[in-house]
């Protein structure tokens, strides 16, 4: 009975200690043995895990193309290296295929020719491979569903097929959407309403942001005010803190906004040639430079040389092309979750690693 006792509490101590240590080294444990990887797989051990590391931050990196722009990846949850996206995956390596959405740590490639996609976590280095849409078209979105622990339970592909302006004065439109779910493997249509034209992911009205929950039964996207509300504990009523404004648009070229700060923003400035931080709080802007630490958020590692081919590839604000057209910048930020979860595999579908993953893409 002593000895029983004895090993249970050796047992509890080191899965306590087990939790304490960043992702990256528990992916290795779990080769130890058999045991240890159905302790480390385990629901309790993941929910111990994730109470462990509630205070530290995600890594998380602003992508753009195929290439990663600005990299947060100081935090001792995963302890990784200054990319989240490995070496074998690097825009150089797939040729004309691009990252093209991300969402809760996972990440849809297209392909160059808008066939087959990939969706997967470049860190775990799993991927699925999506058959084609029943007709032409590109990606135009990833979504996911997650569980009371934040860990990816299903995902959906969204591909766009084309888009029609509705009315006579042609300011609303409808998009026609192919969906792949995870759940089911298969493709389903949707067309979904637009209140204002939509153009290459780009809303014609500006200061206008709309939405669509992809895993909801409406057909119409909504408009969205970014607002910050606070309640009174005293009597319960909601206050208005402040309404986002963003700095003047002849000057930076909005690109993302921080994953877990909302009152700050990412924007391109032309007057500088560089990418700046804004508080939406002060509206004060800041250049963002290698090792540079956010507000107290992670250490910022920049590649400069992307970063300065990026904003001259996109057209001043103060320039004719700029006022007829806009501008449409395609980045999203790739945020890393707070467990390790494998990819959802759609029925009839077959996991792969990064090594399939590039065969595949450069024989297509």
């Given at each position: 009975m002593a000895m029983e006792t004895q090993t249970?509490?050796?047992?509890?101590?080191?899965t306590e200690i087990l939790a304490r240590l960043p992702l990256i080294s528990i992916a290795r444990f779990k080769t130890v043995c058999k045991t240890w990887k159905t302790t480390l797989e385990s629901p309790y051990f993941r929910r111990l895990f994730v109470s462990a590391h509630q205070n530290s931050s995600s890594s998380w990196s602003l992508v753009c193309g195929s290439k990663e722009l600005i990299g947060f990846h100081g935090c001792k949850t995963w302890n990784l290296p200054k990319s989240l996206i490995p070496p074998s995956l690097k825009g150089f390596s797939i040729g004309d295929a691009s990252y093209t959405d991300s969402s809760s740590g996972m990440v849809v490639i297209d392909s160059s020719d808008n066939s087959y996609c990939y969706v997967g976590n470049p860190v775990l280095q799993q991927w699925v491979?999506?058959?084609?849409?029943?007709?032409a078209s590109r990606?135009?979105?990833?979504?996911?569903?997650v569980d009371e622990d934040r860990v990816v339970s299903s995902f959906k592909v969204i591909r766009l097929a084309t888009v029609a302006s509705t009315g006579n004065d042609l300011l609303s439109c409808i998009l026609y959407v192919f969906?792949?779910?995870?759940?089911?493997?298969?493709?389903s249509f949707k067309k979904i309403y637009s209140p204002h034209q939509i153009v290459d992911a780009r809303?014609?009205?500006d200061g206008v942001l709309v939405a669509h929950d992809f895993y909801s039964e409406s057909n119409e996207f909504r408009d969205i005010a970014l607002k910050i509300w606070r309640l009174n504990n005293d009597d319960e009523t909601w206050k208005l803190l402040w309404v986002f404004e963003l700095p003047s648009t002849r000057a930076y070229v909005p690109m993302a906004m921080h994953?877990?700060?909302i009152g700050t923003i990412y924007l391109c400035s032309h007057h500088d040639h560089q990418l700046v931080s804004c508080n939406l709080r002060t509206l004060n802007c800041t250049i963002l430079k290698d090792g540079y630490n956010d507000d107290g958020h992670q250490d910022c590692f920049i590649d400069q040389s992307v970063c300065d081919d990026f904003v001259h590839r996109i057209p001043d604000p103060v320039s004719f092309s700029y006022r007829w057209g806009g501008v449409s910048v395609r980045c999203f930020p790739l945020v890393l979750p707070r467990w390790m979860g494998s990819v959802p595999c759609p029925p009839q579908a077959e996991m792969i690693d990064t090594i399939s993953l590039l065969s595949f893409m450069t024989s297509t």
């Open positions: 249970h509490l050796t047992e509890a101590m080191l491979r999506i058959p084609p849409a029943p007709i990606v135009f979105g990833l979504v996911t569903r969906i792949y779910s995870s759940e089911i493997g298969i493709w809303v014609s009205v994953p877990f700060d």
